[in-house]
């Protein structure tokens, strides 16, 4: 089975070519990626723990699902489709926010990507893939930014990125 292929872009978000995930990562190349937050009626983030045979960021809490679009994919359709291929569910989509941020990890990966976040509405349980995610939870999105004061080291990299820099954003436009 060929290497999963993430999409390379420039600041700008313009597709400037393919390469194989894993050389992206160890090369830190800026490619292209979307972050998914479920919220339900009463304002609480659906988050996910990491299975724990991922190859970067085991274990940690993260939002709802993230992943890289394919080739000729459009945003919304890559978060619909990893949504399901994660939590067992599907749900509409928004796009919100946009940004780029760069993350090295002890195993000599980085994250450099320019992620899209994935706003989305749901009120039931997932269906977890056990090859993708450990556990899940609802959490209010108030105690999400106080607990990643308290315990950092529980969540994932961009997960931080996006509540330190977009927190108000989310928050409002989760409503």
Not at 5 to 26: F, W
Not at 113 to 132: A, M
């Amino acid at each position: 089975m060929e290497e999963e292929k993430v999409i390379l872009v420039n600041e700008q978000d313009q597709q400037i070519g393919l390469m194989p995930k894993m050389e992206a990562h160890e090369k830190a190349l800026l490619h292209r990626a979307f972050s998914v937050f479920v919220f339900n009626d009463e304002n609480e983030l659906m988050l996910q723990q990491r299975a724990l045979n991922k190859y970067h960021s085991p274990g940690l809490w993260t939002n709802t699902c993230c992943s890289h679009q394919r080739d000729g994919e459009s945003n919304i359709e890559a978060g619909k489709r990893r949504l399901h291929e994660e939590m067992g569910f599907v749900v509409d989509l928004k796009e919100s926010i946009s940004f780029i941020y760069k993350a090295p990890f002890d195993n000599g990966l980085t994250e450099h990507e320019y992620d899209h976040v994935l706003l989305g509405q749901y009120n039931g349980e997932p269906k977890l893939n056990p090859d993708e995610v450990a556990s899940w939870k609802w959490m209010p999105i108030e105690a999400v930014k106080a607990d990643i004061a308290v315990h950092p080291k529980m969540y994932t990299e961009w997960f931080k990125v996006i509540f330190d820099k977009f927190y108000e954003h989310i928050n409002i436009t989760s409503k």
